[in-house]
C-alpha cells in the first residue's frame, strides 16, 4: 500500500507562484513513477507532469517552462513548482505514484488563480 498527502495549494494572483507537496508512505520500493494531474469542473483529469524512478521527467505542453516536478528522496517528497500561474491553472491537483499493479491517489489540493 502506498499512501499520498498533498499540500501547498491555495489562492494565487495570475503571474505568482506556488509550490505543491506530495509527501509518500508505505510500500515505496514499489513506486515507479509518480506525476501530478488536475482537474478542473467538467473536465477530464489530466497528467500535468510525471518524473520516473530513473529521473526521467515529462509535461503537459500547457505547463512546459512554467512548472517544475522534482523529488526529495530523503524526505519521500515530491514537488510541484508552478511558476507564471494562469487562470486557466486553476484545478484542484492530485498526486499519484504508480506501482506494477497499482496506482494511487491523494486526496487533491485546490489551486486557484485569480485575474
Known amino acids: 500500500q502506498v499512501q499520498l498527502v498533498e499540500s501547498g495549494g491555495g489562492l494565487v494572483q495570475a503571474g505568482g507562484s506556488l509550490r505543491l507537496s506530495c509527501a509518500a508512505s508505505g510500500s515505496l520500493f514499489s513506486i515507479r513513477r509518480m506525476g501530478w494531474y488536475r482537474q478542473a469542473p467538467g473536465k477530464q483529469r489530466d497528467l500535468v507532469a510525471a518524473?520516473?524512478?530513473?529521473?526521467?521527467?515529462n509535461y503537459a505542453d500547457s505547463v512546459k517552462g512554467r512548472f517544475t516536478i522534482s523529488r526529495d528522496n530523503a524526505k519521500n517528497t515530491v514537488y510541484l513548482q508552478m511558476n507564471s500561474l494562469k487562470p486557466e491553472d486553476t484545478a484542484v491537483y492530485y498526486c499519484?505514484?504508480?506501482?506494477?499493479?497499482?496506482?494511487?491517489w491523494g486526496q487533491g489540493t485546490q489551486v486557484t488563480v485569480s485575474s
Open positions: 499519484n505514484a504508480g506501482t506494477f499493479r497499482n496506482d494511487y
Open positions: 518524473i520516473t524512478s530513473g529521473g526521467s521527467t
